[in-house]
C-alpha cells in the first residue's frame, strides 16, 4: 500500500480549491460584449435624410423651389430636419410654406417605434426585442407628384439592457413600452447570483483553512 502525505494531499486540494474559485469569479463577472445602439431619434433622423433623398422630383426644378412642410405638432422636431435635408440635395429649394410657383410640399404623417420579443439570451443576459421603426410621409410637388402615402421602415435587435437608452422622454414619440414576458428569469437570476457567491465564498476559506 502506498503512503499518502497529508501535506501533499492538502496542496493538491488547494491548489484544485483556487483554480475552482477563478473559475466562478470569470464567470460571475464577465459580461456580454455588445457594440453600441443607436437611439430611436438617430433612427429617425436618418429616416427623415432617406426620404428626402428617395424624392424623385428633388432636382427635377430649374429654377427657385418653394417647400411647405406640413407636420403636427407633436413631431415639430423634424421639421429643420426636413427642411436642412431638402436644402442639401438642392440649393435652390427653400423653406418658406409658399405653394405658389414650383413648390415641394412634404407631409410627416406619423412615425412609430415598436418592441417584439426576440428571444431570451439566458441567466444574467436579458430578453432581446425585435425594434421596428416606422415612419410615415407624403411628397406633393407643383410638376406633378401623385402624394402617396409611404413608409420607411427601420428593423433590427435590441437587448434589454439597452432598452433604457434607447427612447427619451423628451420626445414621446421616441418611447415605446416592451411586451411582457415571463418573470422566472427575474426571480431566478438574482437568487443563482447570491448562491454562486456563497460559494466562491465558503471555497476561499475552506481552502485557506486547509
Do not use: C
Not at 21 to 44: D, H, K, W
Not at 96 to 124: C, H, K, M, P, W
Not at 156 to 179: H, K, R
Request: glycine residues 8%; charged residues 15%.
Amino acid at each position: 500500500m502506498i503512503p499518502f502525505d497529508n501535506r501533499e494531499v492538502s496542496e493538491l486540494f488547494r491548489g484544485f480549491g483556487m483554480k475552482i474559485i477563478f473559475i466562478l469569479v470569470v464567470l460571475l463577472s464577465a459580461g456580454p460584449v455588445t457594440a453600441q445602439v443607436r437611439s430611436n431619434l438617430e433612427i429617425m433622423d436618418s429616416l427623415v435624410t432617406v426620404s428626402v433623398a428617395s424624392n424623385p422630383v428633388k432636382s427635377s426644378f430649374s429654377g427657385p423651389v418653394n417647400l411647405v412642410i406640413n407636420i403636427p405638432s407633436e413631431y415639430q422636431y423634424f421639421e429643420s430636419r426636413i427642411a436642412a435635408a431638402f436644402k442639401n440635395i438642392n440649393e435652390n429649394i427653400t423653406y418658406n410654406n409658399q405653394r405658389s410657383g414650383n413648390f415641394i410640399l412634404y407631409s410627416l404623417e406619423s412615425v412609430t417605434v415598436e418592441y417584439r420579443e426576440a428571444g431570451d439570451n439566458g441567466f444574467f443576459s436579458g430578453r432581446d426585442f425585435s425594434r421596428v421603426i416606422n415612419f410615415r410621409y407624403s411628397i406633393v410637388a407643383s410638376e406633378g407628384s401623385s402624394g402617396a402615402l409611404r413608409t420607411l421602415s427601420y428593423a433590427d435587435q435590441i437587448s434589454e439592457e439597452d432598452f433604457a437608452g434607447a427612447g427619451s422622454n423628451i420626445y414621446p414619440f421616441t418611447v415605446a413600452g416592451l411586451p411582457e414576458g415571463s418573470s422566472w428569469g427575474y426571480l431566478l437570476e438574482p437568487a443563482i447570483a447570491t448562491a454562486a457567491s456563497a460559494i466562491v465564498v465558503y471555497l476561499f476559506f475552506s481552502v485557506r483553512n486547509n
